[in-house]
């Protein structure tokens, strides 16, 4: 049987690839860039560990504990201290730490009485009954009130999408908020009557998920998975196009100025939506419309890792960090407090800052020259964490295509990859444009893709090996979302 391709040599890729040849399933996977791992990329420079894009994985899934296990990393996990748990939310210009608990939500400061009042009543608000699709800006001011959508919806959605409420879909981008209204009617019911249900899954909350990095960063992950693929991972090599020949899928594909094809028994598209519109797919004689990836919005989003002596940021900076109002004012989104995440973030006496720039917050911001935003960080930071002086550290990193943008009507991407996918045999999608945009969800989704795969190419050649399968036993079986 001919290997089975994957385009794309994110962290998707990497993990369908790595779980394929545990299966005994032949792969190639193809990435048109220097190196593998995508927008994972971690730093160190003077004592310092910058990471390029996230910063954490969240442990929502078995899977992802699985993954861990059985690429060897379990020594060089590291998890996140136990102060991390602690979270601020920007109010009055101040940084505020979110409650933990129902007694400290009736006594914080960050929302007004009329809020908590609103809280009360939520479980007593009809659900909605008609189909419309609602942004979770809306679904949140008819549940919840104005105050809690400025101060508490508005700085989450920017911590996950850097996206605007007002456009994200509900159902799409918050599914399980969605799911909570449809099958308890009231987020509060949902939240205590369905832990029992998640629970059995095997799913963890988000916000409750354990978080965990590596002694040297997320990359030591992405280049683990990668070390393992040997000479089935091909760098530097783009596909142009893929076409289905009789059984097989032929690939054109570019090394340089070389150009040549290659045959395989699948294919696995694990790229981002932007390229996926400029790859020519044809079937027969009929050519796929795939353009209209090209629609899904992506606004431009720009790293900022600072490093400070200790006892030049007054703020202590215990806890996972802080997220910032549209209302409040400031040019950052939010700021990941990551020398207090994990250890040797930053040498002895210092502290290592992660802020975010851009989104559709402010797009044009995340543009600006690296010394720019840098001025910019340091400006909110001396405000709300009282830096007092300049940074002893410094790194940006620029994504102009950043998050997948789940707006509302995103439901006709995802149905459209549904409809090719059972019109094309053999031909897959995974990856944070169709499956989730956290780096858990890409990790998972990668997982689900090996096993769809797997299954499809043992009815030409059964797997060699079926106890390497990436789905738990039933008793622990569990959804991607």
């Excluded at 379990?74 to 102060?83: N, Q, V």
């Excluded at 960050?110 to 009954?129: Q, T, V, W, Y």
């Excluded at 990668?226 to 783009?238: E, F, P, V």
């Excluded at 989003?301 to 910032?324: K, Y």
Aim: aromatic residues 8%; charged residues 20%; contains cysteine.
């Amino acid at each position: 049987m001919k290997p089975v391709a994957i385009i794309g040599g994110g962290i998707t890729g990497l993990t369908a690839a790595f779980y394929l040849q545990r299966k005994g399933v032949l792969v190639t996977l193809y990435e048109a860039g220097a190196r593998a791992g995508g927008v994972i990329q971690s730093l160190r420079r003077d004592g310092f560990l910058a990471e390029f894009g996230p910063n954490t994985i969240l442990e929502t899934s078995p899977k992802i504990t699985q993954l861990i296990q059985d690429v060897g990393l379990e020594s060089r996990r590291l998890d996140s201290a136990p102060a991390a748990d602690a979270r601020y939310v920007v109010r009055y210009k101040r940084p505020i730490e979110l409650p933990a608990s129902l007694i400290g939500f009736f006594t914080t400061d960050l929302f007004s009485p009329k809020a908590k009042l609103s809280l009360l009543r939520e479980p007593f608000i009809s659900r909605r009954r008609d189909s419309k699709e609602e942004s979770i800006g809306e679904f949140v001011l008819r549940r919840l009130g104005h105050e809690f959508l400025d101060h508490a919806i508005d700085p989450l959605v920017a911590g996950i999408y850097a996206g605007d409420p007002s456009k994200l879909s509900l159902q799409h981008a918050f599914p399980k908020l969605a799911k909570l209204e449809a099958e308890y009617g009231s987020l509060i019911k949902g939240q205590l009557f369905g832990a029992r249900e998640r629970k059995r899954r095997g799913e963890v909350a988000k916000e409750r998920a354990p978080k965990f990095s590596f002694d040297e960063g997320l990359q030591v992950l992405t280049d683990t998975l990668a070390r393992s693929l040997g000479n089935s991972l091909r760098l530097n090599t783009a596909v142009s196009q893929v076409s289905k020949i009789s059984q097989d899928w032929e690939l054109r594909l570019q090394q340089g100025t070389r150009e040549f094809s290659e045959q395989h028994s699948a294919v696995l598209y694990a790229g981002t939506a932007f390229k996926l519109a400029q790859l020519r797919i044809q079937i027969g004689q009929k050519q796929l419309a795939m353009k209209a990836f090209g629609e899904i919005r992506h606004p431009p989003v720009a790293s900022v890792v600072l490093g400070f002596r200790r006892e030049e940021v007054t703020h202590p900076c215990q806890g996972f960090g802080m997220l910032i109002p549209r209302i409040e004012g400031f040019k950052i989104l939010g700021t990941i407090f990551s020398s207090s995440l994990f250890p040797n973030r930053a040498p002895a006496g210092h502290l290592t800052l992660t802020s975010y720039i851009g989104g559709e917050r402010y797009p044009e911001l995340a543009c600006v020259p690296s010394q720019r935003l840098v001025d910019l960080t340091m400006t909110d930071l001396q405000a709300l964490l009282g830096a007092r002086a300049k940074p002893v550290f410094q790194h940006t990193a620029f994504y102009p295509k950043a998050i997948p943008q789940y707006n509302v009507g995103y439901g006709r991407y995802r149905q459209l990859l549904d409809e090719i996918e059972s019109g094309a045999q053999g031909l897959f999608f995974a990856g944070h444009y169709r499956d989730g945009v956290s780096l858990s969800d890409s990790i998972i989704s990668g997982c689900n893709a090996a096993d769809r795969i797997g299954e499809y190419t043992s009815q030409f050649h059964p797997a060699t090996d079926l106890h390497h399968s990436t789905t738990p036993p039933l008793h622990q079986s569990m959804s991607s979302r």
